[in-house]
C-alpha cells in the first residue's frame, strides 16, 4: 500500500528517478482512485527526488492547488522509491536500541542522533578496500556515510540528514558495512616483539555491576604486564574444562611472578561472558573480555573461520605476555591441542 500523503510536496512539477518496473499497476492506482494527492512530507519527496544516479531518469508531470496535487501520469513509477521513502523515518528510541544491540562495536554519537564505529585493518590498502565496498553499498543505497580515515583506521559515522537523525537506511548500511569487514584478509599474526594493537575496544562487566563497560587495549596493556590467553568460544568443552580453570588455579602464582593483569578473551557478547566468569571464577579473579565483532581477533591475526561447524567468526586458542603492550612470548595451539597456551606455559615464560 502506497501512502502518497506522505509522498509528495506542493510542485508544478516532480522530477522522480525510477525504474520501468511497476507502471501499470501504479498508473492504475493512481487513476482509478482519487485523483486528488494530497501532500504533507517535503522530506519524503526529497528523498523521491533523489533517486539512484544509475536508474533511468522520468519526469511525473501535475498541478496543484488548494492543498490537493493532480498527476498526469504519463511515465513510469517503481516500488524502489517509495520502498526508499519508507526508510527514511527517524527510529523511535526502542527502535534504535534493537539496531545496537544488532550492531556489535557501534555506538550512540554524543550530542547527535547517529552511530558511530571505527575499524582497523591491516594497512591502508586493506582500509581502502573496505572503503571502496562501502561507497558501492552506499551508491546503491544513495545513502552516505560520514567518515574519517588515517592509515589503517576507518571511523563510520551514520545518521539520515533528510530526516535529522537515525533511520533504517543507517541500519541497513551499518549492516552491510560489518559484513564488508568480517570479510576482510586478517592481519598478518602477532609475534613475540610486536606491539598488541592500539584502540581496539573491548567490553567486560565488572563485579557487582548490571552494565557492561568498554575498555581500550590501551587501557588494558599501558604499562603492565599482563597475560593474555584467548579461547574460541565461553562454555565450550576444553575452554571451561582445561583452558580457563588452568589459570583461575595458578592466578596467584602468575601475580607472584609480577603479572599486573590475567586475562582472557573470546568472540561472546559481554553478559555470556560474565555468566562463564560466575560459573568458573567466583572469586572474580580473570578479566574476562569480550570482542564481540571479533575486531581484536582479526587485530592480532588470530581470527580463525568457524563458520563450517556455526560458530562463525573466531579467535584460534592462544596465550601471549605482553610487558607494557609488547609481546614477550607468544603460545597458538595448533587444532585439538592445549599445551603451548597453559597457565603453565607462561610461568615458564615469566
Known sequence: HIKFASSFVDRKFLRINMKQAAFSQLSAALVSSAPRVHWKSAAACSLLGRGPSSSPTKTFFGSSDAGVFRPHVSRSFTAQSFVMAAKVSLLDPSAKSAALKELPGWSAVDGRDAIKKTFQFKDFKQAWAFMNKVADKAEALNHHPEWFN????????????????????????????????????????????SKIPSGIKLKYKPKGETAAKEITTDEIFGGKKVVLFGVPGAFTPTCSMAHLPGFVEKFDELKAKGVDVVAVTSVNDAYVMDAWQNDKDKDSKIMFLADGSADFARALGLDKDLTGIGFGVRVGRFALIADKGVVTYLGVEEPGKLEASTADACLANL
Open 150 to 193: 588515517v592509515w589503517n583506521k576507518v571511523e563510520i559515522t551514520l545518521s539520515t540528514h533528510d530526516v535529522g537523525g537515525l533511520s533504517a537506511l543507517d541500519v541497513e548500511l551499518a549492516k552491510a558495512i560489518e559484513g564488508f569487514a568480517s570479510t576482510a584478509p586478517s592481519f598478518e599474526p602477532i609475534k613475540v616483539g
